[in-house]
């Protein structure tokens, strides 16, 4: 079901008979109608394995399930929420950034040293958001929650996108993704900021990008 974004930080889905969705614990702002939460601990829509690969990953973020009939306003922490449509490709999003989603949307989990080898783990360290990343998959909307305002960048083919790793929140589409750096090794020790490298997305697809280098 789609959201209807009330301000920056504050987003309404509405809910029928037979539909479901999944949110952060704590997400709930208000509801109207008849609406149950109950703890996830399935996984989401991905079922056990789904489950298993999250704690595998430490992307165990807990979730809840949101049935019933009415609207429910969602929010987190005062955070800038983003809302993005998947039209059947693949959303990439760390887990605490996930503030609400479809129910029919397929949840898994990806290790990021696939993308980019070595350098996709060096990512996860960089960012200090793990080796682990959680997808969506399928068609319906996801909230997802940033520090300040969110751009949305195109990704062509034949023309990368490079975004400093701690503004980085998603991306989607057929993307791959790699670090890379115009400095020097020795130029790089010591550095504690992710601005010693950079995040090279090719392909084609979007990347959102936060006005801010807070992890949340």
């Known amino acids: 079901?789609?959201?209807?974004?009330?301000?920056?930080?504050?987003?309404?889905?509405?809910?029928?008979?037979?539909?479901?969705?999944f949110s952060q614990r704590g997400a709930m702002l208000a509801y109207r109608g008849e609406v149950s939460f109950t703890p996830n601990m399935q996984g989401g829509q991905g079922g056990l394995m789904s489950?298993?690969?999250?704690?595998?990953?430490?992307?165990?973020?807990?979730?809840?399930?949101?049935?019933?009939?009415?609207?429910?306003?969602?929010?987190?922490?005062?955070?800038?929420?983003?809302?993005?449509?998947?039209?059947?490709?693949?959303?990439?999003?760390?887990?605490?950034?996930?503030?609400?989603?479809?129910?029919?949307?397929?949840?898994?989990?990806?290790?990021?040293?696939?993308?980019?080898?070595?350098?996709?783990?060096?990512?996860?360290?960089?960012?200090?958001?793990?080796?682990?990343?959680?997808?969506?998959?399928?068609?319906?909307?996801?909230?997802?929650?940033?520090?300040?305002?969110v751009i949305e960048l195109p990704i062509i083919p034949g023309r990368a996108v490079h975004v400093d790793p701690q503004a980085y929140v998603a991306h989607h589409g057929d993307v791959r993704n790699k670090l890379s750096t115009a400095l020097g090794w020795r130029d790089m020790v010591g550095r504690g900021s992710g601005e010693a490298f950079q995040l090279e997305l090719s392909g084609s697809g979007a990347v959102y990008v936060q006005a801010s280098e807070e992890k949340l």
Not at 1 to 21: C, D, H, W
Not at 73 to 81: P, Q, R, V
Not at 83 to 104: K, M, P, S
Request: hydrophobic residues 40%; proline residues 2%.
């Open 51 to 149: 489950m298993i690969g999250r704690r595998v990953a430490n992307e165990a973020t807990p979730l809840m399930t949101v049935e019933g009939n009415g609207t429910v306003m969602f929010g987190h922490g005062g955070h800038h929420i983003q809302v993005i449509q998947l039209t059947g490709d693949t959303l990439y999003v760390e887990a605490d950034r996930l503030l609400a989603f479809d129910g029919t949307l397929q949840q898994g989990t990806m290790f990021m040293g696939s993308q980019g080898g070595v350098m996709g783990m060096v990512r996860g360290q960089v960012t200090g958001q793990g080796l682990f990343t959680t997808t969506l998959k399928g068609h319906g909307a996801v909230a997802v929650m940033a520090h300040g305002g």
């Open 1 to 21: 079901m789609p959201f209807r974004e009330i301000n920056s930080k504050m987003v309404e889905a509405t809910l029928g008979p037979g539909q479901k969705m």
